[in-house]
């Protein structure tokens, strides 16, 4: 079974200190290495979350020892609060949010997540629901769709790439992931080419777009600081600016006062060493942010 390895695993667990407590929620399980290392550590219970059904029966086979130990659910995390109503839990002692998407989910054949084959325009998270990049494409107007190139993909030629794609999809050239990598590249100039793929950051945007990954993270983070205990901290992982900037002011307005008082414990974010990141490149533009309640 191959299963994802989860980034800055160490430093998480470390700053999560779960030794001797009660529940932790982690809410982005995916195939549960995080709360594996949780629950070695010495949590006494995990529930973990996750949008995408399709993982959690990976992570149950990596938790099976752990069984009366752990919860799985499929549910987006931003539900975090009706799932620990449902509970009966009122506060937890950590919880964990990596915003990354693991091996298996961006390698799975058929997810559209890939510009390395010809894939399915898919590319949800949870295929259970909401509309695919095909459905969202068939529509998108080439201002609209630049935008969202544009500000979830911080991509300079958002706007010739956009023409590209809707000239692409008005000519029926447009029916996989390989084709629309191939209108991409076409559209980024061989001088002005990044060392990454050219179709890397359009296909961050599309992602984005499709997931809704960055609406209510602010609200998120904010009703587990309610829900933690004193002393209880919340880690977050982000992978590109567009997150850990959410993240980074959202914790900085925490620290600023409320109902509850909480201190960021990370003043810069704790990055991947040199071996994490030759062993797992995609650990690289890994960032975790930790804040703690405090009163």
């Not at 949008?51 to 130990?69: I, M, Y």
């Not at 179709?199 to 997931?211: D, K, M, P, S």
């Not at 602010?218 to 209880?232: E, S």
Request: proline letters at 4%; one cysteine or more; hydrophobic letters at 40%.
């Amino acid at each position: 079974m191959i299963l994802h390895e989860p980034v800055l695993l160490g430093e998480t667990v470390e700053q999560l200190a779960p030794a001797g407590r009660g529940v932790f929620v982690d809410c982005t399980v995916g195939t549960g290495g995080h709360t594996e290392a949780l629950l070695e550590a010495g949590a006494t219970r995990v529930l973990g979350l996750d949008r995408d059904a399709e993982v959690l029966p990976l992570a149950r086979q990596r938790l099976a020892v752990w069984k009366d130990r752990v919860e799985l659910v499929h549910a987006d995390y931003r539900r975090l609060d009706q799932v620990l109503d449902r509970r009966g839990i009122e506060q937890i002692d950590g919880a964990l949010a990596d915003l990354g998407h693991s091996s298996v989910q961006l390698d799975a054949e058929g997810r559209g997540f890939s510009f390395r084959r010809a894939d399915p325009l898919d590319m949800r998270m949870d295929r259970s629901q909401g509309r695919t990049l095909a459905e969202l494409l068939d529509e998108v107007t080439p201002a609209t769709l630049a935008d969202v190139i544009f500000e979830y993909g911080e991509e300079r030629r958002s706007r010739r790439i956009a023409r590209g794609i809707v000239w692409a999809r008005d000519r029926g050239g447009l029916a996989t992931t390989a084709d629309l990598a191939a209108v991409v590249s076409r559209s980024v100039p061989v001088r002005s080419r990044p060392r990454i793929h050219p179709a890397t950051r359009t296909f961050q945007a599309l992602r984005i777009w499709v997931n809704q990954e960055l609406d209510g993270l602010d609200t998120f983070l904010r009703m587990v600081a309610r829900r933690l205990t004193v002393g209880a901290r919340l880690a977050v992982i982000s992978f590109h600016s567009l997150e850990d900037r959410i993240v980074k002011y959202t914790f900085r307005e925490l620290e600023r006062g409320g109902e509850r008082a909480m201190h960021a414990l990370t003043r810069k974010p704790i990055r991947p060493g040199r071996d994490e990141v030759a062993h797992n490149p995609r650990a690289r533009s890994a960032k975790l942010r930790v804040t703690e309640r405090t009163s």
